[in-house]
Nanobody
Framework: QVQLVESGGGLVQAGGSLRLSCAASGRTFSSFAMGWFRQAPGKEREFIAGINWSAGSTKYADSVKGRFTISRDNAKNTVYLQMISLKPEDTAVYYC???????????????WGQGTQVTVTV
């Protein structure tokens, strides 16, 4: 069992930056691929970033590529999402996920956090 707790969300002006953190419980954190999804009001949940267990591979949705960076610290059981050049369309609830399979993390994640709100104003 893995429990995920996100933090770092908030209100930011367009062009600004935020860093989300996701703290994971459990001794098997390093064996999981980790990722981030988001869901904007009235829209479907969207996969935006994933990282494999060793941090040797990452992937991003086209909508955030070049602006968002996912990273992890296995010693701290934490995954991060650094977001720069934020746009109003990035406004959403952001969810941290853990998945046994990195290759299908965008489609099948095993554990979800409760989400953190990010609001980008013009």
């Amino acid at each position: 069992q893995v429990q995920l707790v996100e933090s770092g969300g908030g209100l930011v002006q367009a062009g600004g930056s935020l860093r989300l953190s996701c703290a994971a419980s459990g001794r098997t954190f390093s064996s999981f691929a980790m990722g981030w999804f988001r869901q904007a009001p009235g829209k479907e949940r969207e996969f935006i970033a994933g990282i494999n267990w060793s941090a040797g591979s990452t992937k991003y949705a086209d909508s955030v590529k070049g602006r968002f960076t996912i990273s992890r610290d296995n010693a701290k059981n934490t995954v991060y999402l650094q977001m720069i050049s934020l746009k109003p369309e990035d406004t959403a609830v952001y969810y941290c996920v853990a998945a046994r399979s990195y290759s299908i993390i965008a489609y099948a994640s095993d554990y979800w956090g409760q989400g953190t709100q990010v609001t980008v104003t013009v």
